[in-house]
Each structure stands twice: as C-alpha cells, then as structure tokens.
C-alpha cells in the first residue's frame, strides 16, 4: 500500500481497503465489473488494484463510447465526411479512431473539412455561420451525451436551421449490459455502475440485475475513495447473499435521473432494433437513431450510408479485452504496434480505453523507476 | 470525452433558463442549463458540466472533490480546454 499516501484522505483509504480485505472469502474469487471508461481511468491511475486483496479481479466493460464503435460506422461516418460542401464536426476523441483509411486526422491532413468540437452546441453554431455548408455532427455516447445531442437538434427545430445533421452513434448501457450478462463466456459477480450516465437515467433501469440475475450493482463517483467504498459495498452485499442495487454516488445520482434529460431523448430519439458494438456483436435495442419527425437533420437520410462492417486488423484483439476475457498487455500489439500514439483500436485512443488507461498505468509506474 | 466539469453559475442570460454564464476554474463560459430545468439554476449554484451542457447540480464541496480529481489525474487541463472550446457562447446567435 505504499502509494496510500498520496490520496486525499490516506487514512479513510487505508481503512476502507483494510475493512475489503476483512470482508472477503480468501477461498471465493470475485469478479466486478466497471461498465463506465471513467472508473477504467480512475482505477489504472490510482493504481486501485493494489489496494484490493488479490483474489478480487477488476473487469473492465464496455462504457468507453468510442471504444465500441466497430470500424464500420467509423468509415461510414468518413465517408459522409468526403462529400463535397460538408463539414465534418466530431469529438477530440473520435478524431484519431483509425476507420480503414485512417482517422478522420489523417482525412483532413489530405483535404476534407473535418473539424473538432468541444459541445454539439458548437457543431449547429458552424451550421448557422455557414449556411453554404452542410454541417454534420458525428455524434457519439452513452446517455450521459446523448440529451445534449437531443437538445441541439431541438434548437436546430426551433432556429429552423436546415443545413445541420447528425450521425447518431449513440447507444444505451442497459442492453450492452444485458447482453455481457447472456454472454456464455462471462462470469461477473457484481457491476460498479456507471456515475455520470446514472445521473441521466437514474438507479431504477438497473433493478433487473440484481432481481433477474441474482447480481448486485453499486453506482459509484470516481474518486479513489468512491471505488474502493463501491467494491466494499459490493462484497458485503455478496457476503450477506443479498443483490440489490445500491447508490453510493447519491450525491449526484438522483434515483429518478434527469426527467427533462429522459424527455428531451425521448422527443428527438428511438431505439434502433439493432447495432453492431465492438467485441459484442449485434445487440437488440442498444442505440439511438434520429425519430422520423427528425428526418430532416438526420445524416443517415440526408447521405448514402453504405453500412459497411470491417473486421478489425487480425492481429488486434480489441473485442477480447472488451468482453474482459484478455487485459489489455496480454493483446498481441499492445505497447509495440499499438500505442496512445499510434493506435490500432480504439481502446488505445480514449483515456478512457482500457488500453490506453492500461499503457499510461504501466508507463507512469516504469517512470516511478519500478 | 465523458469528463464532467465542476462550474459556479455566475450569470443566468435569458428568461427561459437555457443558458448561463459559469467560472470554471476563473474562466467564464456560456453553458446551456435546460436538464437544470426541474431542479432549478440559481446564482451561485455550482453544476457538473458535460459537452456544454449542466447535467447536475452539485456541492460546493463535491466540485471542490471532483476538481481535485481532474488534477489528480492530469486531466485538468484538457477539461480546461474543453470549456475554452466551447464556442456558441459568443454572440446571442444560438
Ligand atoms: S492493444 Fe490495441 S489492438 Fe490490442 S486490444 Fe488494445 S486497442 Fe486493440
């Protein structure tokens, strides 16, 4: 525990680790699951695994949006990109995902407009600024992002703004969820739920977890002292056979989550039957697609979408770190074809990818001259 | 990209309550605050911001908390970036 220390309340930290390894079955191995990319950060930064006995196994899942957007819909999206009179507005992080003929990066090193924004807000500013242009807006994320994308396209409604469109990439965490726990090769013991997507959709949409799947699920902050309180949670509720879903981020997650967030969604989106994620394939239900009312702004009716499906590069084992069956150092690439500056998957462009959280980790410990 | 910002309103800018003025860390930005719209955005309140967007009210110390964090994490000054860049705060245009 020597990095103890450097924490905010040391003493708090050394309790509360203590207190996990008092609770735990030595003979039990417990497998948790983080489903949100922000936790995969916290827990690799903080290097949180030394301070759990080692009998607990940190699963990471798959809440890193970019993460689990297959190369296909990447193309799809660079090929709207290519079209002339566009511009292409996308995330500081989409913009260096690799699509088979590079990242939108490279696309607009040989010529396309393809700039980066900071709010989908900014993207329908460009639209009004530029009434020339046909301004499109690859919007991506969990339901922590897509309200925002709701109400730009409310405001583009309202400001009857007709040369702005969105590339809706957005998916849900509930199926993606459903569809780990149906997965044969997984076996997960308890879920640390996602904070800042909770405070959108509430603690509630989790309840089948714990009632159908006998698991338990602690929605949890991001400070190392959340964690390590959210894990502690989870092994009690194991050791006391119950499965319930219990917020440890109260603070910020309203049981209910964000009505006029749900709302707005609701207005704008629908669920589409069907989506391709990374590593899990095709699952029902689990992303968003602009209503019909919307068709106006909606990119996929504006422009020929191909719905091409590439199988990621061979040697790439992105979908087995995702589904957790490998870690991120056991990939074939990882640190030597695959770096944060030169990324094969996505789960090395993001912060939030376990394999970039994974690589920093590493590379920060080795600087620590360990 | 899923970095959620701690903010201080400063200034409520029109009737309808969808935008603010915050001070993030000493730099002013305009937000839009329409998922504040059931819990209510007053001066001074402080809120996490997502992409432009307040998601949640928080406290005064749990901002303090999660700004510690991004600090912690040398994430601060891409959070600080991402507030920099928010651009449809110029002007009454959006
Ligand atoms: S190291 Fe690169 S190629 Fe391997 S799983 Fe991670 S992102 Fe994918």
């Known amino acids: ?370 | 990209m899923c970095l959620a910002i701690p903010g201080q309103i400063v200034e409520l800018l029109d009737g309808d309550h969808h935008y603010a003025m915050v001070d993030v860390s000493g730099v002013r930005r305009k937000i839009n605050i329409h998922l504040l719209k059931q819990e209510g955005a007053h001066l001074g309140d402080w809120v996490l911001i997502h992409v432009g967007f307040a998601m949640s009210k928080i406290s005064e110390e749990q901002a303090a908390e999660q700004l510690r964090l991004l600090g912690m994490s040398g994430e601060a000054d891409e959070a600080m970036q991402e507030v920099l860049g928010y651009q449809f705060g110029e002007g009454n245009k959006t």
């Open chain 1, 1 to 370: 525990m020597k990095y103890v220390d450097e924490f905010r309340d040391p003493e708090l930290i050394r309790k509360t680790s203590d207190e996990i390894h008092r609770v735990v079955d030595p003979d039990y191995h417990y497998r948790f699951m983080e489903v949100c990319g922000g936790h995969t950060f916290s827990i690799f930064r903080f290097g949180l695994q030394n301070l759990l006995p080692a009998n607990i196994e940190l699963v990471h899942g798959p809440g890193c949006p970019v993460c689990v957007l297959p190369m296909g819909r990447m193309d799809d999206g660079l090929s709207i990109a290519r079209q002339p009179g566009v511009i292409f507005t996308a995330f500081g992080d989409v913009m260096r995902v690799p699509g088979r003929q590079g990242t939108p990066l490279e696309l607009r090193a040989r010529g396309a407009d393809i700039r980066m924004i900071y709010s989908p807000l900014d993207a329908l500013k460009m639209a009004i600024d530029h009434p020339d242009r046909q301004v499109v807006l690859f919007a991506i994320g969990f339901e922590t992002t897509a309200p925002s994308t709701a109400l730009t396209l409310l405001r583009a409604r309202e400001r009857n703004v007709s040369n702005f469109f969105v590339f809706s990439n957005h998916v849900l965490i509930i199926p993606a969820i459903r569809a780990i726990l149906d997965s044969p090769d997984m076996r997960i013991d308890g879920f640390i739920g996602p904070g800042h997507v909770s405070t959108v959709i509430g603690a509630h949409p989790y309840e089948f977890i714990a009632k159908n799947y006998g698991k338990p699920v602690v929605i949890s902050g991001f400070e190392p002292l959340d964690l390590l309180q959210s894990i502690l949670m989870l092994v009690k509720q194991m050791r006391e056979g119950r499965s319930e879903v219990e917020n440890q981020y109260s603070r910020v997650v309203p049981a209910q989550g964000n009505i006029p967030a749900l709302q707005a969604m609701n207005e704008v989106f629908e669920v589409r039957p069907f989506f391709e994620w990374r590593g899990l394939g095709f699952i029902s239900q689990s992303a968003l697609k602009l209503r019909p009312e919307f068709a106006r702004w909606d990119a996929e009716v504006r422009f020929p979408v191909e719905g091409v499906r590439v199988t990621d590069p061979k040697a790439a084992q992105c979908g087995e770190v995702l589904k957790g069956v490998l870690k991120p150092h056991q990939c074939k690439l990882f640190g030597k074809e695959c770096t944060p500056e030169h990324p094969v998957g996505a789960l090395m462009v993001s912060s939030e990818g376990a394999c970039a959280a994974y690589y920093h980790h590493v590379h920060l410990r080795q600087a620590a001259g360990e």
